[in-house]
């Protein structure tokens, strides 16, 4: 059981991690090119597509896999895998937390601006979300590495 969890927790950080260096690397790039007329109505098609079913499913995966392979017993688990699993659970809960209260208040705001124009939209929001997105990234590039790592030792 031990083993079948830190599986699941190597393929939902995977995939997580993967989602997020994605979004840093390519679909924010792309949309920094866009109008702000463009740029606002596409991030809030984005901030309504993207948290449904299997993204969610995703998201709590990176915290529950992890910590249910914690908490099974695992014969011969080293210290070490202990370690760097809940090292990447820690990672990983940073990046919820982050994401929680900063990106979606930040989406949120978006969502709601209504009549305000473009430009002052975008500015309230784009740089600060995307500071935001740059931590996130690294975060969870960091649980899946530690997670593997734990997984190799």
């Known amino acids: 059981m031990a083993s079948l969890l830190l599986a699941l927790a190597l ?10 260096l994605i979004f840093q690397t390519g679909v924010m790039p792309a949309l920094a090119k866009l109008s702000d007329e463009q740029f606002v109505p596409a ?3 984005i901030n309504e597509e993207v948290p449904r079913s299997v993204f969610m499913a995703v ?3 990176i915290i529950v896999f992890p910590v249910a392979a914690l908490a099974v017993p695992a014969e011969g688990r080293s210290a070490a895998q202990t370690w760097l699993l809940l090292a ?4 990983a809960s940073v ?7 900063g990106n979606v208040p930040l989406n949120n705001a ?6 305000s124009p473009d430009s002052e939209v ?8 995307n ?3 740059t931590v996130r990234t690294g975060l969870s590039l960091a649980s899946f590495v530690l997670i593997v790592w734990s997984s190799l030792v």
């Not at 393929?11 to 997020?20: H, N, R």
């Not at 990447?88 to 990672?91: D, I, K, N, Q, Y």
């Not at 978006?110 to 009549?115: E, K, P, W």
């Open 88 to 91: 990447g659970v820690v990672c």
């Open 95 to 101: 990046n919820h937390l982050i994401t929680i209260t």
């Open 11 to 20: 393929i939902s950080t995977g995939l997580y991690a993967g989602f997020m």
């Open 59 to 61: 998201f709590v995966a």
């Open 122 to 129: 975008r500015a309230a929001f784009e740089a600060k979300w």
């Open 131 to 133: 500071r935001f997105h």
């Open 43 to 45: 991030m809030r098609r």
């Open 110 to 115: 978006l969502a709601s601006s209504g009549s």
